[in-house]
């Protein structure tokens, strides 16, 4: 059975640092696009980042994709020996706290920021940004 475990997330001021990682077992995640989520309370799940499967279409292997609002502080990344996806986030604001989630679609290789193109998701991780 596939399974995807978040780790990372934390107490952490404003303009600090976390890494998540994403841990897939049951199946080799450069095969699939992998996309990062997140919940407020009282908001609706976005998407944060994606990043498409790296093994497959050159047009648009391991090719990312970042929301508005964390583009040039949060990067995506793969480490294939490790079946693991990370999301780096930099420069943390208080509006990033929020449940982070990771996801793999059933099928697609190409990374969306659309909740409902993903089939297997994580527990999540909380990320609290505050002073």
């Known amino acids: 059975q596939p399974q995807l475990v978040e780790s990372g997330g934390g107490l952490v001021q404003p303009g600090g640092s976390l890494r998540l990682s994403c841990a897939a077992s049951g199946f080799t995640l450069d095969l699939y696009a992998v996309g990062w989520f997140r919940q407020a309370p009282g908001k609706e799940r976005e998407g944060v980042s994606c990043?498409?499967?790296?093994?497959?279409?050159?047009?648009?292997?391991?090719?990312?994709n970042y929301a508005d609002s964390v583009k040039g502080r949060f990067t995506i990344s793969r480490d294939n020996a490790k079946n693991t996806v990370y999301l780096q986030m930099n420069s943390l604001r208080p509006e990033d706290t929020g449940m982070y989630y990771c996801a793999a679609p059933a099928f697609e290789s190409v990374g969306s920021l659309i909740d409902e193109d993903y089939h297997y998701w994580g527990q999540g991780t909380q990320v609290t940004v505050s002073s």
């Open positions: 990043i498409s499967a790296g093994i497959g279409n050159t047009n648009y292997a391991d090719s990312t």
